[in-house]
């Protein structure tokens, strides 16, 4: 197992992956910021800043960037793995063909691929040798970077099928503003902080529309109520949902400003295209992709989400916002308590 002050990988250095970066190099581990980007990583080293994503912060020196994957995986054994759900197969294909020894993988990306309707974990398990991979373990949970880099508190989740291995990664991240839980539930903590994402561009769409409290409280609660549904349906644990990777990621997601799937709800609400909305923002927009593979998977499963189906429609098949919330609105009389009761009946809880 790897040592306290061991050196990490911290394969991505966009914001989340910078984040995290200095989490570990607050707690006195030697970390490797690997970026594809040479100018971004002459940046880090020279200037120990990353602008483009956290701007205003100062790296701590023990972050060293890397272009070389090859280099920033020697001799590790430990790497956190923060890039886009879309790049994993790329980047995990590229870490393979320069790895020399087995590694215990720490992902932190939210999201489900499309049409294989595989969640990370299991996308990683595909590409990466057996040989080459000790543990998989999850690290999520309501967490802006901006704050994280700021060192504000914040509270996340890790959790694996191994748990001794998430409370490895607990012991590396865990101090005094980052505080780290375990949970055994690998399915729900994945499943949480990926369909969260649809959640808050709909709360962003809301916003957009000039709507208040009062619909984005509704849109929480019964897009929390959509994500047990369907997550239960997979074989998550109902209370995962009620914690930090559930409602918690859910409030944080689809109340800020920092979050990018809010803002980009909040253009689609005021009248700009998918198109327009994704070339402004310049990051990735996990929901976007989220909701395909979260449609997809309703129709798999055959469970109800109503939000997800209205997003869905915006996106990929031209329904104007207003539409689709006039059609949420005029759904058919239901019992708010009937999804309380078969989520839990199905765990016989």
Known sequence: ???????????????????????????????????????????????????????????????????????????????????????????????????KNPITLTHVSKGIEPDTLLRITEIIQEEMPSELLKDIVVLSGPSHAEEVSLRQPTTVTVSSENMAAAEVVQDLFINNYFRV?????????????????????????????????????????????????????MGANPLTFLGLTGIGDLIVTCTSVHSRNWRAGNLLGKGKTLDEVLENMGMVVEGVRTTKAAYQLAKKYDVKMPITFALYDVLFNGKTTKDAVDGLMGRAKTHEMEDLVNILGERNL
Do not use: C
């Open 181 to 233: 839980y375990t949970n055994p539930d690998v399915i729900g903590v994945e499943i949480g902080g990926a369909l969260k994402n649809i959640i808050a561009l709909a709360a962003g769409i809301t916003d957009g529309l000039g709507f208040g409290d009062n619909a984005k409280a509704a849109l929480i609660t019964r897009g929390l109520a959509e994500i047990a549904r369907l997550g239960t349906k």
């Open 1 to 99: 197992m790897v040592q306290e002050k061991d050196v990490i990988a911290v394969i991505g250095a966009g914001s989340w992956g910078t984040a995290l970066a200095m989490v570990l190099a607050d707690n006195g581990h030697t970390v490797r910021l690997w970026s594809h980007n040479e100018n971004q990583v002459k940046e880090i080293n020279d200037e120990h800043t990353n602008k483009k994503y956290l701007p205003g912060i100062s790296l701590p020196k023990l972050i060293t960037g890397y272009a070389s994957l090859s280099d920033a995986l020697i001799g590790v054994e430990m790497v956190i793995l923060a890039v886009p759900t879309k790049a994993i197969r790329e980047v995990i294909g590229k870490m393979r063909a320069v790895m």
